[in-house]
């Protein structure tokens, strides 16, 4: 199961105009980077290397590999921290990206979560690791689902794992809203999130009436799977007001 199974149908059947993909980040789910060959057969292991500038450069390279460019930008979608590596590659990138799709980006998080949360995975990393995903999942998700995840994190590097929640809270900093600040782009954006109180570090940053869309979703953290008809619904509707469907 793809974190996106439930939408890669919308994009590949409904909406066929769309070339489609889904990229693992290194050392998540099924990507394992293990560095660079050298000439002399050497390897630059750079598997550790888990901060946020770093993932959001792997995408790039994949992009511009397909013909991604000015007259062919890319709509990308991103997750939890897939959502703060995707405004990286939006404000690193701007020639690659047309368009943001935000669903509970980590920057809308306070900072303090993510420090509190690398200790605790220190401590007993099996523990932190069901803690977190019982408090961000909404009543409805099925237990599967629930179950799913626990094992996909359980089996991850752990080093990965803790490298990449401490990496992501020096991306982020002290202030979410200077994160949303510093990477703001002038693309259209749909930014959608399960705590709604979270999305006042969106309109403290700035909102651009034109281009922004802010939307409280239900469904907890994983609306994708838990609503997926309601997600795809907004992802449809989006898609069209702003014209990337014709």
Known sequence: MSDWSFQLPLFLQTFTCFRV????????????????????GSTNDTSKDVAIKTLSE????????????????????????GGVVAV????????LVGGLVLLDPAYLAPTEGFIQLTQQL????TVAIAAFFDAV?????????????????????RSSTIGA??????????????????????????????MP?????????????????LVALEGGHWMMKVRPDALNTLLENWLDENSFLS
């Open 21 to 40: 993909i889904t990229m693992d980040m290194r050392n998540h789910c099924a990507s394992r980077y293990r560095g660079k060959s050298n000439e002399d």
């Open 58 to 81: 792997d995408a790039p390279a994949n992009l511009s590999h397909i013909g991604i460019g000015h007259n062919n930008k890319a709509i990308v979608i991103g997750h939890s921290v």
């Open 88 to 95: 990286e590659l939006a404000h690193a990138h701007p020639s």
């Open 122 to 125: 220190r401590d007993d990393y």
């Open 137 to 157: 999942y909404s009543p409805d998700t099925p237990e599967h689902i629930k179950t799913w995840h626990k094992l996909r994190a359980w089996g991850a590097d």
């Open 165 to 194: 929640v401490e990496e992501l809270a020096k991306y982020i900093g002290p202030s979410g809203v200077e994160c949303a600040k510093r990477t703001r782009t002038n693309v259209p954006r749909l930014v959608g999130n399960s």
């Open 197 to 213: 109180q979270f999305l006042k570090v969106e309109r403290e940053a700035g909102v651009d009436d034109v281009r922004d869309s």
